[in-house]
């Protein structure tokens, strides 16, 4: 049985950093494509980074780059997605996701596995 935790959300204020980690097991992480993606209370889910096995480079949407950084530790079954300068508008809750089939993008929509989700609020 795969599953997927994420650790490490929190209330931050404004600039200020955090270190999400998901610990993957079940599953080597041998899959098409690993990401992080947020939901914003309203908002529909969208993605963060995300890995694709195929290309070993983080992708980023323009809003977050240069501010969030995604990584993985093979040997631990690890990912983690560093956030620096925390804006009020990166509220949300934060998951992430394996896709085991595609390996196409960082869209939600091919992941297939997710996990439960990490709550990041960032207020003064």
């Known amino acids: 049985q795969l599953q997927l935790v994420e650790s490490g959300g929190g209330l931050v204020q404004p600039g200020g950093s955090l270190r999400l980690s998901c610990a993957v097991s079940?599953?080597?992480?041998?899959?098409?494509?690993v990401g992080w993606f947020r939901q914003a209370p309203g908002k529909e889910r969208e993605g963060v980074s995300c890995?694709?096995?195929?290309?070993?480079?983080?992708y980023y949407p323009d809003s977050i780059k240069g501010r969030f950084a995604m990584s993985r530790d093979a040997a631990n079954n690890t990912v983690y997605l560093q956030l620096n300068r925390l804006k009020p508008e990166d509220t949300a809750v934060y998951y992430c996701?394996?896709?085991?089939?595609?390996?196409?993008?960082?869209?939600?929509?091919?992941?297939?596995?997710w996990g439960q989700g990490t709550q990041v609020t960032v207020s003064s």
């Open positions: 996701a394996v896709d085991s089939r595609y390996g196409v993008g960082c869209s939600p929509l091919v992941y297939d596995y």
């Open positions: 079940g599953f080597t992480l041998d899959y098409k494509a």
């Open positions: 890995i694709i096995s195929s290309d070993s480079s983080p």
